[in-house]
């Protein structure tokens, strides 16, 4: 997907669609993690479908619950979702992240 250090930098519009394209994926794993939130909020705690997506939402963003757990499916749930969230979270933020920093080594490199 990247270009070899050895190879000449790509220009602007190519690098503009590359990051559009890693956009894309980003936000994939962002709406597939909040679908398993909400499902899993739907199904465990039977919250509506909004409290679901609340809740699912503030536990993908780091923030934590809004609703209280009462059940222990439901603690066993918010558990594991927490911590696929905050790799899933980081995750999407390395795929944000890898244009820009790609192209910016490889200027580095280029310039020496």
Known sequence: MFEHKSQKLISRKEFISRQLKCTLYAA???????AIGVIGYSTT???PFVDALLNA???????????????D?????ASFYA?????AFLSTIGVFIAPMLH?????LHLEK
Request: with cysteine; aromatic share 12%.
């Open 83 to 87: 911590i696929y969230s905050g790799v």
């Open 73 to 77: 499916t439901s603690k066993f749930f």
């Open 28 to 34: 994939v794993i962002i709406a597939f993690s909040l």
């Open 57 to 71: 939402s503030m536990i993908l963003a780091g923030m934590g619950p809004v609703d209280e757990m009462t059940t």
């Open 45 to 47: 705690c039977d919250l």
């Open 103 to 107: 192209r910016f080594m490889h200027k």
